[in-house]
């Protein structure tokens, strides 16, 4: 049941224009690309757009390679439907239709946020379901698995258990209008993320309101924190064990391995049958891919395994040798940052600030993961040739080590508080220096694996362009979601990448103001003003930062195990 959302914005387009919507509307009303999710579940309007008509038309293109793929494979895609969201001038059309303004989202203004939701229980809500399943079957065929969220991080406008329910009756009531046989896949995060709505007497109105196995659930976050227990399994409705384990692709260490490996069979035990599967909701990859590892056989395996034996065995068949060394590197892990840590907004990658004990530090025993680096050391001095070839073994040493650098520096963050504390500017200045060297260090580790460039991520956005203009909006679009994700920060920092070239041109940058600041209040012997830093920030460090036209290194630079050996000697004191 994979995810297939690309290339519905054709289609919606030909819907709305059926319905009288004009161009110029739609297109103020589509984002970007690197916000399609957030527009598509509701929370977001207008950001990062407009969408060109080439790049609408190059999607659906894309879906059909990705459709005729999953299905070659044997696989059931799950499909968009209409999920309730509509342009504003809709209401203006159809001025009888019950159509309301939903609550704004994640800090961002009216502007971008706030939109339109026409109400299941309306007759213009089936229309409108017909005409885009109708179309959607045309171009795409069907697959008769349908997602729908039609809260996804939202408030309803109504409360009442009544509305919840014929809101659930709606939505299901128009898909089987035009198609018979469809299944409703609803994500289950809405249950989770606002518990003060969604109280269980409103889950179960919503949930009971189908009979059982017109509707799958994803439990969205089970690994860390299960939603089927509290709603005594969905109520018999069929769903599904996620692991989401991943924000917007936050780098560090941090897994649930030990939830993973119990939970799955727990589910399945004490679920009255309910749990249907396991699967992946992760917002990202490229981190941690021993949780995926662990997480997918457990789709197939009768017992928990030994987690140490299965480290052994997961280790060859990554690297594809076999390694005492990196074994019990990887084993070191498992009860500390594997064991249950959550990923967490990184203090490195945040707006600057003193006392932020609010942020993500190192959470866990900082022994285990010297003792990590200290076997990875012993592995690479008699690397064998196989070994020397693993670019996952690199990676994986790159990643491990970025940690250890970030460690490191979190230990002269709380250092250099002290010194502003003393009001000490001699010491101040001094500690300054090595802790962006700690950061040029760690740029300077990233650059040497393509998995943690920066440059990579924006070309492969740029070639998405078939035109000059979307070129410098895709860029555009590729920098905002990774640094200030909005016009104004409101999602500042979500995507908490440590990648080279964002660290020394963003991260940096911003720790090198912060500090200068600081600096000058100091020495003028005045109260350092975090408004006006920010603020200065936001105007010569971030804001510019989305628009540059700076070329990123896209290749690898440097040998990562050479790399590795010499931070190890340059840092032996923290070891």
């Not at 110029?24 to 008509?53: C, I, K």
């Not at 917007?248 to 049958?273: E, P, T």
């Not at 408004?531 to 510019?544: G, M, N, Q, R, T």
């Amino acid at each position: 049941m994979p995810l297939a959302f690309v290339g519905q914005e054709a289609i919606t387009q030909k819907v709305f224009k059926l319905l009288g919507v004009s161009d110029a509307e739609l297109a103020d009303w589509f984002t970007g690309p690197a916000f399609l999710p957030w527009f598509r579940m509701g929370n977001l309007v207008r950001w990062g757009g407009p969408l060109s008509q080439q790049f609408i038309r190059q999607q659906v293109k894309l879906q059909h390679r990705i459709l005729s793929s999953m299905r070659a494979y044997g696989m059931t895609p799950v499909l968009p439907s209409f999920s309730g969201h509509v342009p504003a001038g809709l209401a203006q059309l159809y001025p009888k239709a019950n159509i309301t303004k939903l609550s704004l989202w994640s800090h961002f203004t009216s502007k971008y946020s706030g939109t339109y939701y026409l109400s299941p229980t309306d007759p213009l809500y089936n229309r409108i379901v017909e005409l885009f399943i109708q179309k959607y079957t045309e171009e795409f065929g069907t697959d008769h698995l349908y997602n729908i969220d039609p809260w996804n991080e939202m408030v309803p406008s109504q409360s009442s258990v009544d509305y919840i329910a014929n809101v659930s009756k709606g939505i299901m009531s128009s898909l089987r209008s035009i198609d018979p046989k469809a299944i409703w896949v609803l994500q289950g995060w809405m249950f989770s993320y606002n518990t003060t709505f969604w109280t269980t007497q409103r889950a179960k109105a919503f949930l009971t309101a189908l009979p059982k196995g017109d509707m799958i659930v994803l439990d969205l976050a089970a690994e860390e924190k299960p939603v089927y227990p509290k709603l005594n399994s969905y109520f018999g409705q069929p769903f599904i064990f996620c692991m989401l384990n991943n924000y917007g692709g936050r780098m560090g260490l941090y897994g649930h391995v030990r939830n993973i490996n119990q939970g799955v069979f727990i589910a399945r035990d004490n679920s009255g049958h309910a749990m249907i599967g396991t699967g992946l909701s992760m917002e990202a990859t490229g981190t941690n891919y021993i949780v995926y590892e662990l997480m997918n056989e457990m789709h197939y395996k009768k017992h928990p395994v030994v987690l140490y034996d299965w480290i052994g065995n997961y280790t060859l068949r990554r690297y594809g040798f076999s390694n005492r060394d990196i074994q019990m590197a990887w084993s070191s892990l498992v009860d500390t940052a594997y064991g249950s840590i959550s990923p967490s907004k990184e203090f490195l990658i945040a707006r600057p600030a003193w006392n932020m004990s609010s942020l993500a530090f190192l959470r866990y025993n900082r022994s285990s993961l010297v003792q990590c680096v200290n076997y990875i050391e012993r592995a690479l001095v008699n690397i064998s040739y196989i070994g020397y070839q693993s670019t996952l073994l690199r990676h994986d040493i790159v990643d491990i080590w970025r940690e250890m650098l970030y460690s490191i520096l979190s230990d002269k963050y709380f250092i250099l508080q002290k010194s502003v504390d003393g009001s000490n500017l001699t010491m101040f200045r001094e500690l300054t220096k090595p802790f962006l060297s700690v950061l040029d260090d760690m740029n300077t580790l990233m650059m040497s694996h393509h998995s943690f460039l920066l440059g990579n991520w924006v070309r492969s956005a740029e070639r998405l362009a078939l035109n000059i203009l979307d070129k410098y909006l895709f860029r555009f679009n590729s920098l905002n979601q990774v640094t200030l994700w909005g016009p104004n920060g409101e999602v500042s920092d979500y995507a908490g990448k440590q990648w080279a070239d964002l660290i020394e041109s963003y991260y940096k940058a911003r720790w090198s103001l912060f500090f200068k600041y600081n600096e000058i209040s100091m020495s003028q012997g005045v109260r350092f003003n975090q408004s006006i830093f920010l603020a200065d920030l936001y105007k010569y460090v971030e804001e510019p930062f989305s628009w540059t036209q700076q070329q990123f290194v896209t290749e690898p630079r440097g040998d990562s195990f050479s790399l590795a050996r010499q931070l190890h000697t340059k840092y032996r004191d923290y070891l």
